[in-house]
């Protein structure tokens, strides 16, 4: 079965500051993975996603994730932080021959001034 | 709609009573999910609909909960007898039947049992 784990439930750092927000999946069969963002009172929303193809994968944001399929993850990174980033941040796992889209546990990324 | 529609956003109910939560995906969206967010527990998984396939239910708690999905549209989830730990946030999801694509989320329902 699949699961996803995000081991950092919390995240603070400095503004301007580098951020790594890590993820692992377990899956037995081929993946889509996906990064999901969610501002406060805000409802969720794509950030990026791994489907195929060149495995570094960009928002619009700046963000970028890895697909590592060696040591099954899917970290999420950023070189300099913004308040405006301040967010809880979802990893999610869709295996490609089934829809059902499994969440990790979320990440709270705090940007201190 | 532009968007996953649900309502109520709001519902606040007493122990033991039954709710029913409503979800209206996007038009052309055959695929929808319901999901629950506890604080600090993430997003737990409860059931999916794709298109006129029997739903995955692995995810339903306990048999209080049931959804329904009428039309291929809009879909109802159900709880019944009502706890204080169903108290959560009820997300509801669609996406196109396609497993590329990304799944649209609602804005939820809190659900808060007294």
């Known amino acids: 079965a699949q699961s996803v784990t995000q081991l950092d439930s919390q995240v603070p750092v400095f503004e301007e500051a580098p951020v790594e927000l890590r993820c692992n999946y377990s899956?037995?069969?081929?993946?889509?993975l996906f990064w999901y963002v969610q501002y406060p009172n805000q409802g969720l929303q794509l950030l990026l996603k791994?489907?195929?193809?060149?495995?570094l994968v960009e928002s619009i944001n700046g963000f970028e994730a890895e697909f590592n399929k060696s040591q099954t993850s899917f970290h999420l990174r950023k070189p300099s932080v913004h308040i405006s980033d301040t967010a809880e941040y979802f990893c999610?796992?869709?295996?490609?021959?089934?829809?059902?889209?499994?969440f990790g546990p979320g990440t709270s990324l705090s940007v201190i001034p | 709609g532009a968007g996953v529609s649900q309502s109520p956003s709001n519902k606040v109910t007493e122990k033991g009573k039954d709710v029913e939560l409503r979800c209206d995906p996007i038009?052309?969206?055959?695929?929808l999910y319901w999901y629950r967010q506890s604080l600090g527990q993430g997003l737990e998984f409860l059931i999916y609909?794709?298109?006129?396939?029997?739903?995955?239910k692995s995810g339903l708690p306990s048999d209080r909960f049931s959804a329904e999905r009428t039309g291929g549209s809009v879909s109802t989830l159900t709880i019944q007898r009502t706890q204080q730990e169903d108290s959560a946030v009820y997300l509801c999801a669609s996406s196109l039947e396609v497993a590329r694509a990304e799944a649209f989320f609602g804005q939820g329902t809190r659900l808060t049992v007294v």
């Open positions: 999610a796992v869709k295996e490609t021959s089934y829809d059902k889209v499994i």
């Open positions: 609909f794709q298109g006129n396939s029997a739903p995955d």
């Open positions: 791994y489907l195929s193809g060149s495995t």
């Open positions: 038009s052309g969206h055959t695929a």
């Open positions: 899956s037995s069969v081929s993946v889509y």
